[in-house]
């Protein structure tokens, strides 16, 4: 059975910082690209950052050089580091896992971001 749980959301004021993580179980994480997604109510669910086996990142332009995606595939886990938060990343943060060649994709079931003025 493969899970992702996601942790470390919370309640943060405008320009603070919080670190998301996510540890994935019944996968062999190592070749999964992993993903960090979020949805506002109302709106499509929107990439935020992802990072391939080689440890490839790709961000949105809007959390370019304030979001940082890593991995610690001996821990099965994947990070996300926010940093100068806006009250516009508020949001439901998604982990999600993706091998391209049989198809497979999972996600985790969310960790809440508010952050406040």
């Known amino acids: 059975q493969v899970q992702l749980v996601e942790s470390g959301g919370g309640l943060v004021q405008v320009g603070g910082s919080l670190r998301l993580s996510c540890t994935a179980s019944?996968?062999?994480?190592?070749?999964?690209?992993m993903g960090w997604y979020r949805r506002v109510p109302g709106r499509q669910r929107e990439l935020v950052a992802t990072?391939?086996?080689?440890?490839?990142?790709d961000y949105a332009d809007s959390v370019k050089g304030r979001f940082t995606i890593s991995r610690d595939n001996a821990k099965n886990t994947v990070y996300l580091q926010l940093n100068a938060l806006k009250p516009e990343d508020t949001a439901v943060y998604y982990c999600?896992?993706?091998?391209?060649?049989?198809?497979?994709?999972?996600w985790g079931q969310g960790t809440r971001v508010t952050v406040s003025l």
């Open positions: 990072i391939t086996r080689d440890e490839t990142t």
């Open positions: 019944g996968i062999t994480f190592s070749i999964y690209r």
């Open positions: 999600n896992a993706e091998y391209l060649p049989l198809s497979r994709a999972y």
